[in-house]
């Protein structure tokens, strides 16, 4: 399976849809924002960020009021080879 048809296994409840359901708003989102949506202990939830980014997922990283939030800014087309 190509990493390109992985995205098309990914049920809309999933909690990894969730996720990026989160990420996408206007206002981003904190770490412990995707904890709660997700149950997913810190180190999980940093991983699944790992993830994203992994296929491509851009994220960027602020701080507002000493708390980290997170948002999705765009997504990498794949390089051709």
């Known amino acids: 399976m190509t990493e390109a048809n992985t995205d098309k296994l990914i049920p809309l409840a999933s909690k990894i849809a969730q996720v990026i359901s989160i990420l996408q708003r206007t206002q981003s989102a904190s ?3 995707m904890i709660q ?3 997913w202990q810190p180190n ?3 991983a699944a960020l790992t993830g994203l ?3 491509r997922y851009e994220i960027a990283r602020t701080s507002v009021d000493g708390i980290t939030r997170y948002t999705i800014i765009g997504r ?3 390089e051709e080879q």
Do not use: D, G, I, W
Request: hydrophobic letters at 15%; aromatic letters at 0%; charged letters at 45%.
């Open 31 to 33: 770490l412990e924002e």
């Open 37 to 39: 949506l997700t149950s």
């Open 44 to 46: 999980t939830t940093r």
């Open 53 to 55: 980014r992994k296929k």
């Open 76 to 78: 990498s087309e794949p």
